[in-house]
């Protein structure tokens, strides 16, 4: 029922950029909180950026000026502009529908909340 798929993922070179999209399904997309996560080996799942259901954008301070998350409530999909990447920015992206909850430990749904939906993530590395 619930879907949520990212695409775009890959490998650039240092100073480059991407474009990740999320397509969402089976749910009303356009009354949710929509947020970009992120999480390498040994890190946390850290919000990179959040968007409310009104347009309200908050960014983590680490990608703030570099990267852009938008919205098509028409289309139901939730998109991320990377540019100016760095290697600290490799890692597994996803798509979720609760960033008020900030980061978390794992990129994983939070006990039974049947709000907190997931992509399966999308892989991008940035290496020379």
């Known amino acids: 029922q619930v879907r949520l798929v990212e695409s775009g993922g890959g490998l650039v070179q240092p100073g480059g950029s991407l474009r990740l999209s999320c397509a969402a399904s089976?749910?009303?997309?356009?009354?949710?909180?929509m947020g970009w996560y992120r999480q390498a080996p040994g890190k946390k799942c850290e919000l990179v950026a959040s968007?409310?259901?009104?347009?309200?954008?908050n960014y983590a301070d680490s990608v703030l000026g570099r990267f852009t998350i938008s919205r098509d409530n028409v289309k139901s999909t939730l998109d991320l502009q990377m540019n100016n990447l760095n290697p600290e920015d490799t890692a597994v992206y996803y798509c979720n529908s609760d960033p008020y909850r900030g980061d978390r430990d794992v990129c994983i749904r939070h006990g039974d909340v049947g709000y907190d939906y997931w992509g399966q993530g999308t892989q991008v590395t940035v290496s020379s």
């Open positions: 089976g749910f009303t997309f356009s009354l949710y909180s």
């Open positions: 968007i409310s259901s009104g347009g309200s954008i």
